[in-house]
């Protein structure tokens, strides 16, 4: 069945990089897109970025912009997202999922099991 | 930028009865609505798109109607499981987003 397994939990410090892995499987990972998805303490659902698993283009989200990195790893069908210049307030649950590729069936239809991600000094 | 506004914030219903959660989106997502579940502690699934389309294995008491700006999700007759947050999310146009979530409480 469809999974995506994500990388453990990491603590750094502010003005440090991050780097979240989703490694999928059971299906074609050419053939969907990857979003990246975050969740602060308490809070709901903010949309980072897509990218495409099939050709690696990108979409990032406005507030992200110049501080995110998407890329994928077709020979291991993972995705990777990359966060510069930490702060405190980037403390969250990091989530990738699965969409499909094409205009209507772009609906995120598996979920990672999200990586905890703590900004403290 | 599309905001997805849903409503109310906290629901609280009996087992048993029926609950209603609303979503409005600021300008047309036609039928790119998507509903996820999120239990506490846990990652979001899927569990409605197409506004109207239930995803694999999701019981026949969810459901979900609408499409332009005004969506529903109702699920006829909660069971113990179901309480949990419900958040609606378009997926129209870029950037995708989210409402802020409805929590569907015990009564």
């Known amino acids: 069945q469809v999974q995506l397994v994500q990388s453990g939990a990491e603590m750094k410090k502010p003005g440090a990089s991050m780097k979240v892995s989703c490694q999928a499987s059971?299906?074609?990972?050419?053939?969907?897109?990857v979003n990246w998805v975050r969740q602060a303490p308490g809070q709901g659902l903010e949309w980072m970025g897509w990218i495409s698993g099939y050709n690696g283009n990108t979409n990032y989200a406005q507030n992200f912009q110049g501080r995110v990195t998407m890329t994928t790893d077709t020979s291991t069908s993972t995705a990777y997202m990359e966060l510069r210049s930490l702060r405190s307030d980037d403390t969250a649950v990091y989530y990738c999922?699965?969409?499909?590729?094409?205009?209507?069936?772009?609906?995120?239809?598996?979920w990672g099991q999200g990586t905890l991600v703590t900004v403290s000094s | 930028e599309i905001v997805m506004t849903q409503s109310p914030a906290t629901l609280s219903v009996s087992p048993g009865e029926r609950a209603t959660l609303s979503c409005r989106a600021s300008?047309?997502?036609?039928?790119?609505l998507a509903w996820h579940q999120q239990k506490r502690g846990q990652a979001p699934r899927l569990l409605i798109y197409g506004a109207s389309t239930r995803a694999t294995g999701v019981p026949a008491r969810f459901s979900g109607s609408g499409s332009g700006t005004e969506f529903t999700l109702t699920i006829s007759s909660l069971q113990s499981e179901d309480f949990a947050v419900y958040y609606c999310q378009q997926y129209s146009n870029w950037p995708y987003s989210f409402g802020q979530g409805t929590k569907l409480e015990i009564k």
């Open positions: 059971g299906h074609t990972f050419t053939s969907y897109g």
């Open positions: 300008q047309s997502v036609s039928s790119n």
């Open positions: 999922a699965r969409e499909g590729l094409g205009h209507g069936s772009n609906y995120f239809d598996s």
